[in-house]
């Protein structure tokens, strides 16, 4: 069936880089995305990628592929303690179009 | 362009009760899509409207439903509220299927 998994936490200190990692089963998915979500807030849509795509950088973050593996994640670099909050990483279901997302990981960043 | 809204953000109500959430997608957007997200199930599909047609539905039971209007507005509706139902229900538009969702701020629903 279609799955996502992520790991709960990660804990890092102010500056260094942060890699959220996140594997999914449906090989056909066309996207792949990070969500945000902050205390109390909706999801914020951080960035995605292509599936024909390896890598994709946008400003701080890098998302990185590996379609064999099914293999996702994000890296933050220069991490800032406003980047606290639960990242989701979902994919796109090719049966229905709807979005499977992980369980989250919570990123707490230490000054 | 604004955002998703919904409404209300926050509401109390007890068990048995009935309730109606509403959510105003981008403009232009013409598919919603609605997730309930608990501490314990993480975030669920629950069901997607497209041009006023449900398209897809989860995995919850009947006393959930949807509809969409023709400016794309949409509503929810859960019957017979249970404690189980607390939780936060997520709104997302997309200008039609296949496309980036864009999440509201959600509605937070306790139900005593």
């Known amino acids: 069936g279609e799955d996502v998994e992520q790991s709960l936490f990660l804990s890092v200190r102010e500056g260094d880089s942060s890699v959220i990692n996140c594997t999914y089963t449906d090989s056909s998915s066309t996207y792949l995305y990070w969500y945000k979500q902050e205390p109390g807030a909706g999801l914020q849509l951080l960035t995605y990628i292509f599936s024909n795509m390896d890598m994709k950088q946008d400003q701080r973050l890098t998302v990185l592929l590996n379609k064999k593996d099914k293999h996702l994640s994000l890296r933050i670099a220069d991490t800032q303690t406003g980047d606290s909050a639960i990242y989701f990483c979902?994919?796109?279901?090719?049966?229905?179009?709807?979005?499977?997302f992980g369980q989250g990981t919570t990123l707490q960043v230490k000054p | 362009k604004a955002g998703v809204t919904q409404t209300p953000r926050y509401l109390i109500k007890t068990r048995g009760q009935q309730v109606t959430l509403s959510c105003s997608p981008i403009?232009?957007?013409?598919?919603v899509s609605w997730y309930q997200q608990t501490p314990g199930q993480g975030l669920q599909f629950l069901f997607e409207y497209f041009s006023e047609t449900q398209r897809n539905k989860g995995n919850f039971p009947g006393r959930f439903s949807g509809r969409q209007f023709s400016n794309s507005r949409s509503e929810m509706n859960v019957s017979t509220l249970e404690l189980g139902d607390s939780a936060l229900y997520l709104c997302a538009s997309r200008a039609r299927p296949g496309e980036t969702q864009y999440f509201g701020p959600g509605t937070r629903l306790l139900v005593l």
């Open positions: 403009s232009g957007h013409r598919s």
């Open positions: 979902a994919e796109v279901s090719s049966n229905t179009g709807k979005l499977i």
